[in-house]
């Protein structure tokens, strides 16, 4: 129904430029989050897409119709374009009942009031809050006003959907509850979904598609698992990943055939097969490089595994929360951080064996600070090394 | 394609007519750039061209000067005027003395009101003083009184034998010399007893805002309670009183009503009274030229005000806790405080309030208050059966130039603050939703400009505009019209408006609107629906609070007023010029129990008199 294409979007604010040369494909009944620290123009980006905000060069088609075209100066109008907006302060106009807010764009699309009645009721009730209707917003709480403003949003059946980080203001049980409400809404409606967040959990748990934002350029754009896997630079693995994933330096040197790194934890040795060759990577010589290593893939034992990849460290210290526990360890000087399931301690200083695994690991070129070695996706525990 | 800015982004596009029409259709087609276009245009013909106008009367020869300066004929460019101000004989009497009158009671009502109003401010918001309820009241209410009323109750205590009817004081046989009945004596206390409610609002509002956990951290760290107010409070109040202090010397230096009242019967003239004068008589092009400098001195005043605070202001003093607040405890000087302050506020603004509320009633003023001395004349009298031969006037309810007056006042408060208040909602819609955008910065600034000068100066400006036909006659002459003088006083009251218009507008975020806009309302649509239903408590707060305020100026009216449109203020201040002081005094009463009555409503919808300084 509807599919969303951004060609060379660039965006001004005076001298301040915000979305750098934009390039974007939404397919038809993708969830797209745009992800990105604040101030990286992921925002600015849906406001484009809505209409709000008109930049100053690029174009937009929907559905392979031209919507902006900046060289021509056309913007078409915000509700000819068939979308609608949930904001981030949800905008619920005070003046208005739950049910009059709902009903506000039907009205002025003049439709009849039998329909209205009937349209506005069945939004309320797939965001479940039917019987509010008569009630104003500053008399519902925080997680009801959140679903008045979706109600709103999808009375008017629009071919896609923009949400602009609309689960920032609820606390974190209601955080979760709306999560999978959004979720649901996706499935049922099938409409495209274009959502802004900073917080990648939401990224990760909703989306089908991820937008990696970094000051006004799209750095990756993949599936949660590929970005949460593969993060193109050392500023996106940074960013995705809580806890933060470990960088570890090291020296590596490429004949051409296999990639030899050597790191305080461990020599490895990765084939050509898993490298991203179309990145910078000297050859025959020797260069700094960055390891990435996921805190749950560093197994932990207290008794030798005999694993052909295990090395000896030292607790550094260990964090227990329930469900999860988190240890950092020392190896010849460097820490790093390991993530068990479940309770587990260990005592200042003791001696682990610690079992990591190199095809899930990724490296990255220190100098330019890109991704030349894929982790794999999908891993078997005690199959792979 | 990378660009790094638009110029580089349009150097790369080719010329297409295709987009030519869709940016101006994107212009026009927009109400709000109509709205914004509208809003500079009125702003520069109200405040831009008429400054410029009288800048321009000073540098050009009138008729009235023609035989002055020989060989001219008019419209003649000329310093003739500036000359005639600042360097010819007449220099010391027409403007080194008035300026330096001015500024001395500038300097003396600052000097007094500033601490007084502070001291005040802290008694009230950081220690137990009981009887706060009360002390506010007492504080607060006076505020609302206009200057020059108080200069009439001062009149009716101080007057001797030289305004041919005797005050209270003389009345009783006591001597009273006349530096201390007029003069700048008389000015500066006048003025203290009004102005100090100005460093009292400001300062107690910033001591509010202080949390008082920053006072009690210093406690924990060993300081005294003096060393506490000395290193902590005060630097943080710092910023509001220097504000208070600035404001004060600028407001005191332009004020007219006052100096008008108690200086000219001495001949004791300020910038104001003097530039009164040379308008409403000749050279006007002199007068023209003390305004500008008037202007100059006040605006001085307030940007030194801007660079001195500016950066300091911002303290961010409000914490989440901060309305919790300890009291510093008095102790034994609790009730004398409280009494001390009562018995000051009493006499300095009930008791002459007293008097000028007695003096209405009685038939010889100073005649103390028997029987047989007390009438309703000033009420109710005729000519014809007057008690006492001095009366000048009927009564006031049989008086017609009071009914007239009545009937003026009424249309200029209501239709003045009406069309002020939906202005200022429409300027305050353009600065808030420009904001950091150019027309944004243009229109705040524009409207800005009338709150730099003072009234007469203000009006002044109005005077060279319309008092002669401007394009060709298009636009008429105006001076002697009320159309002039309503004009006036909504343009002087742009800047209050458009501030209460723009924090109104504040309340309404701009995501209401687009959320409407998304939803295929037009602009219109989503000001009737979604803007104007929100900002209606805004609107009628703002509304209510330019009504006391046009109701009571007389300063700024002053200098355009004809007899057909003299409102209650003027024409209480034409007939205190008058040897019999009782009409003048009836009409004061009235005009401080409208505004009594006016304030109550406004509070009741939610207005704050603090936010009607001025």
Redesign the interface.
């Known amino acids: 129904m509807s599919r969303i294409v951004l060609e ?1 979007i ?1 965006k ?1 604010y005076g ?1 301040n ?1 915000v979305l ?2 934009i390039n974007l494909t939404i397919e038809d009944g993708d969830f797209m989050t745009l992800l990105g620290p604040s101030g990286c123009g992921k925002t600015t980006t849906l406001r484009v897409v ?3 905000e008109k930049p ?2 690029g174009k937009l088609l929907m559905d392979g119709k031209t919507i902006i075209d900046a ?5 078409e109008e ?2 000819k374009r068939g ?3 949930v ?1 981030q ?1 949800y ?1 619920l ?3 208005m009942t739950v049910f009059q807010n709902v009903a ?2 039907l009205k ?2 003049k439709m009849k009031k039998d329909e209205i009645e009937s349209t506005v009721m069945r939004a309320l009730s797939t965001m479940r809050i039917a019987e509010y209707r008569d009630r104003y917003p500053n008399e519902l709480s925080g997680g009801q006003q959140q679903r008045v403003a979706i109600a ?1 949003a999808i009375a ?1 059946s629009p071919k896609l959907l923009l949400l602009d980080e609309p689960l920032s203001n609820l606390d974190a049980r209601l955080r979760i509850d709306m999560r999978a409400e959004l979720k649901r809404l996706h499935k049922e409606t099938g409409t495209t979904i274009i959502y802004v967040t900073h917080d990648q959990v939401e990224a990760l748990t909703m989306s089908t598609k991820i937008a990696l934002f970094k000051a006004g350029e799209i750095s990756q754009v993949a599936t949660p698992l590929e970005l949460y896997t593969n993060p193109i630079d050392l500023e996106a693995a940074d960013f995705i990943g809580n806890p933060r994933i470990n960088f570890i330096d090291a020296k590596a040197v490429f004949d051409g055939e296999t990639l030899k790194v050597k790191s305080p934890i461990g020599d490895y040795d990765f084939a050509k097969e898993k490298l991203k060759l179309d990145e910078e990577i000297p050859q025959k010589k020797e260069f700094d490089v960055v390891m990435g290593l996921r805190p749950e893939l560093v197994d932990i034992y207290t008794e030798d595994p005999k694993h052909k990849n295990t090395i000896v460290a030292e607790v550094y210290a260990s964090q227990p929360a329930g469900s999860e526990s988190l240890v950092t360890l020392t190896v010849n000087g460097i820490d790093f951080l390991a993530k068990q399931i479940g309770l587990v301690e260990y005592d200042m200083n003791e001696k682990v064996y610690v079992v990591l695994h190199p095809s899930r690991m990724n490296v990255y070129n220190k100098e330019t600070g890109r991704l030349i070695k894929f982790a794999k996706v999908k891993h078997h525990a005690g199959v792979d090394d | 394609m990378a660009v790094s800015s638009v110029k580089e982004l349009k150097k790369n596009r080719k010329f297409s007519w295709k987009r030519v029409k869709n940016q101006i259709m994107g212009i026009l087609g927009n109400p709000f750039n109509v709205i914004v276009f509208f809003t500079l245009i009125i702003l520069f013909v109200l405040i831009i061209i008429p400054l410029l106008i009288m800048i321009q009367n000073t540098f050009i020869v009138a008729k009235a000067e023609l035989r002055s300066i020989p060989g001219a004929s008019i419209g003649d460019y000329t310093l003739y005027y500036w000359k005639y101000l600042l360097a010819s004989p007449l220099t010391q009497t027409v403007f080194w003395e008035p300026l330096l009158h001015s500024l001395t009671i500038g300097f003396f009502v600052t000097l007094i009101s500033v601490p007084l109003g502070s001291i005040m401010a802290w008694l009230m918001v950081r220690t137990d003083i009981p009887g706060k309820g009360v002390l506010s009241a007492m504080i607060l209410i006076p505020y609302m009184i206009p200057s020059w009323c108080k200069a009439l109750s001062w009149l009716s205590i101080f007057r001797n034998e030289l305004s041919g009817s005797y005050g209270l004081l003389t009345g009783m046989g006591i001597p009273i010399p006349d530096w201390l009945a007029y003069g700048p004596f008389a000015i500066v206390i006048v003025m203290v007893m009004h102005y100090y409610a100005f460093s009292y609002i400001m300062v107690s509002g910033s001591l509010r805002s202080i949390n008082s956990e920053l006072e009690e951290m210093g406690e924990i760290q060993g300081a005294t309670k003096f060393r506490i107010l000395k290193s902590i409070t005060l630097p943080l109040v710092l910023p509001a009183f220097l504000s208070a202090t600035i404001m004060t010397i600028s407001k005191s230096i332009g004020t007219y009503g006052v100096a008008a009242n108690l200086g000219n019967r001495i001949s004791y003239y300020v910038l104001a009274t003097r530039m009164k004068e040379f308008i409403n008589d000749a050279p006007k092009g002199v007068g023209y030229a003390m305004s500008i400098l008037m202007i100059l001195l006040a605006s001085g005043t307030i940007f030194a005000n801007q660079k001195l605070i500016g950066t300091r202001k911002s303290y961010a003093t409000i914490g989440g806790k901060g309305t919790r607040s300890n009291l510093i405890p008095l102790g034994k000087a609790k009730v004398p405080m409280m009494i001390l302050l009562i018995v000051f506020l009493f006499f300095s603004m009930f008791m002459p309030l007293f008097v000028l509320i007695m003096e209405s009633f009685q038939i010889v003023p100073g005649k103390g208050y028997g029987l047989s001395n007390l009438s309703l004349y000033a009420w109710f009298g005729t000519l014809d059966n007057a008690p006492n031969p001095a009366f000048a006037q009927n009564g006031l309810f049989r008086n017609s130039e009071f009914a007239r007056a009545c009937w003026n006042t009424i249309k200029l408060s209501i239709l003045g603050s009406l069309i002020t208040a939906i202005c200022g909602q429409f300027f305050g819609y353009v600065t808030t939703r420009g904001r950091g955008k150019w027309y944004g910065k243009l229109t705040e600034q524009m409207i800005f400009i009338p709150y730099l000068m003072p009234g007469v100066a203000f009006s002044a400006i109005y005077f060279a505009m319309f008092s002669r036909p401007r394009l060709g006659g298009i636009i008429p002459s105006l001076y002697g019209t009320f159309t002039l003088i309503l004009l006036c006083s909504i343009v002087k009251h742009f800047p209050f408006a458009s501030r209460s218009g723009s924090s109104n507008m504040m309340q309404i975020s701009v995501e209401l609107e687009e959320a409407a806009d998304l939803a295929g309302a037009s602009f219109w649509k989503r000001i009737g629906r979604i803007v104007i239903p929100l900002a209606k408590g805004g609107f009628v707060s703002g509304f209510l609070l330019s009504f006391i305020s046009i109701a009571k100026e007389l300063d700024l009216i002053a200098l355009l007023m004809t007899p057909a449109n003299y409102t209650l203020s003027f024409l209480s201040f034409d007939y205190s010029k008058e040897a019999m002081p009782q009409v003048a005094d009836a009409i004061c009463i009235v005009i401080i129990l409208f505004i009594l009555v006016c304030n109550k409503l406004a509070k009741k919808i939610g207005g704050d008199v603090s936010k009607s300084m001025g």
């Open positions: 060379h660039d001004f001298d430029h750098k040369d809505s209409g709000l100053q060069g060289a021509e100066a056309f913007y915000p509700s979308l609608n907006l904001f302060s905008a106009w005070p003046h506000f764009g002025i699309k709103r008017s």
